[in-house]
Nanobody
Framework: QVQLVESGGGLVQAGGSLRLSCAASGSTFRLNVMGWYRQAPGKQRELVATASSGGSTHYADSVKGRFTISRDNAKNAVYLQMNSLKPEDTAVYYC??????????WGQGTQVTVSS
């Protein structure tokens, strides 16, 4: 089992920045891909960014050049630096990990609200 705890959400004006953090505990030796997803009201959950254990990263087109995902394997943590935030970035952001046995785990979510 893997437990995920997120922090760092909040309210920010358009053009501002926020940094999300996610700490994993439990069977952390099994972590393969760590990432962030988001879900806006009335919309489906969508991928924001992922980082593999080997260091490769992937971003949604909508956040490329504005968001940066990073991972600290020693701390079993993943971060999302969000710059130049837009009102359309408003959503609940979820931390996600996929283990080497392809099991998915989700955090409880953290609200990010960007005002115009």
């Amino acid at each position: 089992q893997v437990q995920l705890v997120e922090s760092g959400g909040g309210l920010v004006q358009a053009g501002g920045s926020l940094r999300l953090s996610c700490a994993a505990s439990g069977s952390t030796f099994r972590l393969n891909v760590m990432g962030w997803y988001r879900q806006a009201p009335g919309k489906q959950r969508e991928l924001v960014a992922t980082a593999s254990s080997g260091g490769s990263t992937h971003y949604a087109d909508s956040v490329k050049g504005r968001f940066t995902i990073s991972r600290d394997n020693a701390k079993n943590a993943v971060y999302l630096q969000m710059n130049s935030l837009k009102p359309e970035d408003t959503a609940v952001y979820y931390c996600n990990v996929v283990t080497y046995s392809s099991r998915n785990y989700w955090g409880q979510g953290t609200q990010v609200t960007v005002s115009s």
